[in-house]
Every structure is written in C-alpha cells, then in structure tokens.
Nanobody, 126 residues
Framework: AQLVESGGGSVRPGGSLKLSCLAPGLRDAMRVMAWVRQRPGKEREWVASIKVDDGSTYYADPVKRRFIVSRDLAENSVFLQMNDFLPADSGVYYC????????????????????WGQGTRVSVSS
C-alpha cells in the first residue's frame, strides 16, 4: 500500500489549508497515522498523530490548538486541517503510517513509521 498526500499549496499568514492523505487499507491494516513536515533547511519534524481505531489525537507543541488531525475510515483517508497558518509552518508535509501500535508512534518517533507518502508542499503567500 502507498500513501498519497494532496492539498498542498500557498496560504496566507493566518489562513487555513487542509491536507489529505489517501491510505488504502486504513481501517484494517493501519494502527497509527501521522503527519511529519520538513521545513527548509531543517530536519523532518513530527506534527501530529492519530490512533486509527478510536481517533485519539496527539500534537507537537508548535501546532497545538492550530492544527487538527482527523481520519475518515470510509474514505481511507487522514486529514490535517491547518489553521492560523504561520510562515514557520511552510515546508513539505508527509503522511506516514504504521501497522503496529506503539506509544512512540503516537508521540512522534518517526522511526516507528514504515509507510510514507511522497509529500506535499505548503508555502506562505504574501
């Protein structure tokens, strides 16, 4: 199975954008999904995770109360709603998934994720 992100683009400071990740077999095969971003000149950093079965969500401090991660099992999709967008939020956003439940995955250890998408770029517009 391959993860496919979409929805990237330009967004004004303070604006909103919603990213989507198509994850075939989400309901049956995946246990934890996450969004990870790579800002220009920076290493990849975890943004948010969601536990597939019950929808429990976890966020990195920089995006708490601004970003919302969700999933739609019928659509085999995971979403990242980005609100109050900051220039520092610009970067390439990756969807990641694991078939195994671990607390480390929920809390953002990228080594836990075996499936990755190709990334979608989000940039701030003036």
């Amino acid at each position: 199975a391959q993860l496919v992100e979409s929805g990237g683009g330009s967004v004004r400071p303070g604006g909103s954008l919603k990213l989507s990740c198509l994850a075939p077999g989400l309901r049956d095969a995946m246990r934890v999904m996450a969004w990870v971003r790579q800002r220009p000149g920076k290493e990849r950093e975890w943004v948010a995770s969601i536990k597939v079965d019950d929808g429990s969500t976890y966020y990195a401090d920089p995006v708490k109360r601004r970003f919302i991660v969700s999933r739609d099992l019928a659509e085999n999709s995971v979403f990242l709603q980005m609100n109050d967008f900051l220039p520092a939020d610009s970067g390439v956003y990756y969807c990641a998934g694991t078939r195994f439940f671990t607390h480390e995955a929920l809390l953002g250890d990228a080594r836990q994720f075996g499936l990755w998408g190709q990334g979608t770029r989000v940039s701030v517009s003036s």
